[in-house]
């Protein structure tokens, strides 16, 4: 078995809104693991993002335990958790947010000034194919160049986890496919340990696990045998 990489147990997520608690995690026992591509995939309000958000250190459960190897995340200090995110994980999320007035290299030169062992800016764009667009800014860029500027961004600081929250949701199916490739590349060439949230289901057949929220819940895990490239995902 591949070295356990995340592990929650009994991870639940309440927001109190006045005279009603929302469960948006119930009691959640999870393990994620070293070089795996994972997809979560459910409906909206399954727990799915808010799950992301715990693992990546943006937010604390409200009960349960989470661990990052051997470090436990659950009642780590603000700024403990500023230090785990700056040196392990990467974040891609379904809107780019780069800075409009910073070139694609500028912008990812945003992380690899306060990164301890980044990549160079350049290698970083090149890894995603942009090497010839990396002075290009944003504005000039299509919906897919710039979500892979921002896999450029997220990569460049080495993290042993990439988090992506819908990376295609902003995208026609092309672009789309070109961004799932970036993603499938730097797992396979880096064994980055990356989790995919989405709500298209046809992602998950890319994925060496598939885990499906409902109602905050983990419904079922399945796992592939055979892994389709990008590509022949039916969109």
Request: charged share 25%.
């Given at each position: 078995m591949p070295e356990t990489v995340f592990r929650t147990e009994g991870v639940t997520k309440v927001y109190d809104t006045g005279n009603v608690k929302v469960f948006a995690l119930a009691r959640v026992d999870l393990a994620l693991y070293s070089g795996q591509l994972t997809v979560l995939l459910g409906p909206s309000g399954s727990g799915k993002s808010t799950l992301l958000n715990i693992l990546g250190g943006l937010d604390h459960a409200t009960e349960g335990r989470v661990w990052f190897r051997d470090l436990e995340l659950t009642n780590l200090p603000d700024r403990q958790l500023t230090r785990y995110r700056r040196d392990y994980v990467g974040f891609v999320f379904q809107f780019y947010n780069l800075v409009p007035s910073l070139t694609a290299r500028e912008n990812v030169q945003l992380v690899t000034d306060v990164a301890p062992n980044p990549m160079p800016a350049a290698e970083a764009l090149e890894l995603v194919g942009l090497d010839h667009r990396m002075d290009h800014f944003p504005s000039e860029l299509s919906g897919g160049?710039?979500?892979?500027?921002?896999?450029?961004?997220?990569?460049?600081?080495?993290?042993?986890?990439?988090?992506?929250?819908?990376?295609?949701?902003?995208?026609?199916?092309?672009?789309?496919?070109?961004?799932?490739?970036?993603?499938?590349?730097?797992?396979?060439?880096?064994?980055?340990?990356?989790?995919?949230?989405?709500?298209?289901?046809?992602?998950?057949?890319?994925?060496?696990?598939?885990?499906?929220?409902?109602?905050?819940?983990?419904?079922?895990?399945?796992?592939?045998?055979?892994?389709?490239?990008?590509?022949?995902i039916a969109w």
């Open positions: 160049e710039q979500q892979r500027v921002a896999i450029a961004r997220a990569i460049a600081k080495r993290p042993e986890i990439l988090l992506c929250d819908e990376p295609t949701g902003a995208l026609d199916s092309s672009t789309g496919v070109q961004v799932l490739e970036a993603l499938r590349d730097i797992n396979d060439r880096f064994g980055t340990t990356t989790v995919v949230i989405t709500h298209n289901a046809e992602i998950r057949k890319m994925a060496h696990r598939v885990i499906f929220f409902q109602d905050g819940k983990i419904s079922r895990v399945e796992q592939n045998d055979t892994l389709l490239a990008p590509s022949e």
